[in-house]
Antibody, heavy 119, light 107 residues
Framework: EVQLVESGGGLVQPGGSLRLSCAASGFTFSTYAMNWVRQAPGKGLEWVSAISGSGSTYYADSVKGRFTISRDNSKNTLYLQLNSLRAEDTALYYC?????????????WGQGTLVTVSS | DIQMTQSPSSLSASIEDRVTITCRASQSISSYLSWYQQKPGKAPKLLIHATSSLQSGVPSRFSGSGSGTDFNLTISSLQPEDFATYYCQQSHSTPWTFGQGTKVEIK
């Protein structure tokens, strides 16, 4: 059974940093592209970043230069480093697996980890 | 960036009604269109990819159609468990953008 479990969210002040993790199990992690998608409270879905199995990365313009996606295939774990956080980054952050052979669409999602940026 | 616009933003329907949600892309995305269902407090669930390919385990009352810029998600006979918010998403090019969502409510 495919499982994705996010962690690392919390309350952080504007300008602060957080590192999110997503532990994957039930599939060969290294062969799948992975993504981060966020959802602000009461709002829609926004794709944030993607990484291929070999490490090629993509970012939404809204986070480029502030967020860094990475993965450790030996630990079956996806990461998202969030720096220079702003109030508008407040959201539930989901990790999501790209469908076989593609970055997108996303066939499995975690339950999300909440990031709140506030002073 | 490719903008995705869904209509309507919300709708009220009865059990066994036929429901259609429309998604329009700001430029041609060929058939790179997916649909997700999200229930309150839950992660989105992939229903359909590549415009009309039903994800494993998704009931056959869900179907997708379209090409280019105009796409539809149809629920042929609405069931109680289908009341949720539905999102379209294009996977033609990054950033992979979503529509704003369509909330399907009970009439």
């Amino acid at each position: 059974e495919v499982q994705l479990v996010e962690s690392g969210g919390g309350l952080v002040q504007p300008g602060g940093s957080l590192r999110l993790s997503c532990a994957a199990s039930g599939f060969t992690f290294s062969t799948y592209a992975m993504n981060w998608v966020r959802q602000a409270p009461g709002k829609g879905l926004e794709w944030v970043s993607a990484i291929s199995g070999s490490g090629s990365t993509y970012y939404a313009d809204s986070v480029k230069g502030r967020f860094t996606i990475s993965r450790d295939n030996s630990k079956n774990t996806l990461y998202l480093q969030l720096n220079s956080l702003r109030a508008e980054d407040t959201a539930l952050y989901y990790c999501a697996r790209g469908i076989s052979g593609s970055y997108c669409p996303f066939d499995y999602w975690g339950q999300g980890t909440l990031v709140t940026v506030s002073s | 960036d490719i903008q995705m616009t869904q209509s309507p933003s919300s709708l009220s329907a009865s059990i066994e009604d036929r429901v259609t949600i429309t998604c329009r892309a700001s430029q041609s995305i060929s058939s790179y269109l997916s649909w997700y269902q999200q229930k309150p407090g839950k992660a989105p669930k992939l229903l359909i990819h590549a415009t009309s390919s039903l994800q494993s385990g998704v009931p056959s009352r869900f179907s997708g159609s379209g090409s280019g810029t105009d796409f539809n998600l149809t629920i042929s006979s609405l069931q109680p468990e289908d009341f949720a918010t539905y999102y379209c998403q294009q996977s033609h090019s990054t950033p992979w953008t979503f529509g704003q969502g369509t909330k399907v409510e009970i009439k």
